[in-house]
């Protein structure tokens, strides 16, 4: 995901293209913004790719449903329009050039991967600089100060992730949005099997060169980047609850 007017970068990784997986890390990005200040509606423009709503209109919908609990919506480009995503198209081919044409095939295995990949939106977002429509060669961080505004300079850090972890830590935060907005996620969504983790409920800590915490690598450092974040977001929303609570 990317910010067409400072050009940060939100990224996530999988091994298979799913709606699942595209709902939950919009989600997670969601909460990530507004745990930094970010008061503004959000826009959401997508493809129509298997990983978001695939030309769905009910499915729009639906997401669109939750996202409007976070003051954000989401839009499909018409199908064959990929001329609308050129700021999204751009950055992939930076991807391919700067990074997944070198680095990925050096990597030992998926979380080695993931820390290359940390490093490489982390000169995106602050050392690289971008000679885009208004940007006038500034990094997204210098963007953004120019703006002068109380976004939090800590949004440039978010994780990168990879979605097959993250979705087995997700079910916690599935259930909250279920109890207090009587919303059915599984029928947004899809179904998918939730595991039973208990890392959700406290931060996690990793040792260098740990092996027992492998398989929850990136989880565990959404874990410790974002549950702050999430605390402060439902500060944001208690009013919405409050406000359902009383007209139910």
């Known amino acids: 995901m990317i910010d067409a007017a400072t050009r940060t970068r939100f990224t996530a990784y999988s091994h298979n293209l799913d709606s699942t997986f595209g709902f939950s890390f919009i989600i997670m990005v969601l909460l990530w913004l507004r ?128 979605m097959e972890d993250v979705i087995k830590m997700f079910g916690t935060a599935v259930r909250w949005f279920e109890t207090y907005f009587k919303i059915n996620l599984m029928r947004i969504t899809g179904t998918y099997v939730r595991a039973m983790c208990l890392f959700l409920l406290m931060p996690v800590k990793l040792q260098k060169g740990s092996t027992c915490n492998l398989i929850y690598r990136s989880s565990a450092i959404f874990v410790n980047s974002i549950i702050m974040e999430i605390r402060v977001s439902l500060l944001y929303l208690l009013p919405h609850i409050w406000k359902r609570s009383y007209l139910s």
Not at 67 to 78: V, Y
Not at 105 to 125: I, V
């Open 35 to 162: 745990g930094h200040n970010v008061r503004d509606p959000i826009h959401i423009q997508t493809d129509n790719g298997p990983e978001f709503c695939m030309g769905s209109r009910k499915k729009e919908d639906g997401w669109n449903t939750l996202f409007a609990l976070l003051d954000a919506r989401l839009s499909a480009i018409p199908p064959g329009a990929k001329h609308l995503q050129a700021i999204v198209e751009n950055s992939h081919r930076k991807d391919d050039e700067c990074f997944l044409s070198i680095h990925p095939k050096r990597c030992k295995d998926s979380y080695e991967f993931l820390h290359k990949a940390q490093r490489w939106q982390d000169t995106w977002n602050t050392a690289r600089p971008s000679h885009g429509i208004a940007m006038n060669g500034n990094t997204p961080l210098q963007k953004l100060r120019g703006y002068k505004t109380m976004i939090h300079p800590h949004v440039f850090t978010f994780p990168v992730l990879l």
